[in-house]
């Protein structure tokens, strides 16, 4: 017998039956929702100096993320060190004090804590260049990595 098909995907039920696997959807879901909300557009606007261009409050790189070449060119002149990409590949938005604090993880944090952690003021938001998000995020690694030892030391 082969399987009907409704043309919609399907997530595999053990996401749903398994609580920690259930967090993390909603988790991620709610990282995609907190983008509709007024605080993450203000931290998106903050970085925002107009005619398609944003500016990294942490290094200040600014990017050009429009479609024309003409203004890109023309741009240049002015600031050779603009870059140039899809808004979506070189900006992200990032939670200053992260979801997660380093000395916890998802798995041992609820919901009623992590929701108002996402859903968080625009003054913990800064939109930032690719480099520093990735800059930021092997630090964060780092310091969680510290952080699990050190429990882990602690324990015994
Ligand atoms: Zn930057």
């Known amino acids: 017998m082969t399987k009907k098909k ?3 995907k399907t997530t595999k039920r053990d996401v749903f ?7 993390g959807r909603i988790l991620s879901l ?7 909300s007024p605080m993450y557009s203000e931290a998106k606007a903050r ?17 050009y993320t429009g479609a024309s070449d003409k203004n890109y060119e023309k741009m240049l002149l002015e600031d050779p060190k603009l870059k140039r990409g899809k808004e979506s590949k070189m900006l992200n938005l990032d939670h200053i004090e992260s979801i997660v604090p380093y000395n916890r993880s ?9 929701a108002p952690r996402v859903y968080c003021n625009e003054n913990n938001m ?8 990735s800059e930021k995020t092997s ?8 952080a699990r030892a050190k429990k882990k030391k602690d324990k015994k």
């Open 6 to 8: 409704t043309g919609r």
């Open 17 to 23: 039956e398994d609580p920690q696997k259930l967090k």
């Open 30 to 36: 709610m990282r995609a929702d907190f983008k509709k």
């Open 47 to 63: 970085s925002f100096e107009g005619k398609a261009v944003y500016k990294c409050p942490n290094c200040g790189t600014r990017i």
């Open 106 to 114: 998802t798995k041992e944090m609820t919901l009623d804590e992590l």
């Open 126 to 133: 800064q939109y930032i260049c690719r480099e520093c998000h």
């Open 139 to 146: 630090i964060e690694a780092t310091l969680r990595k510290e």
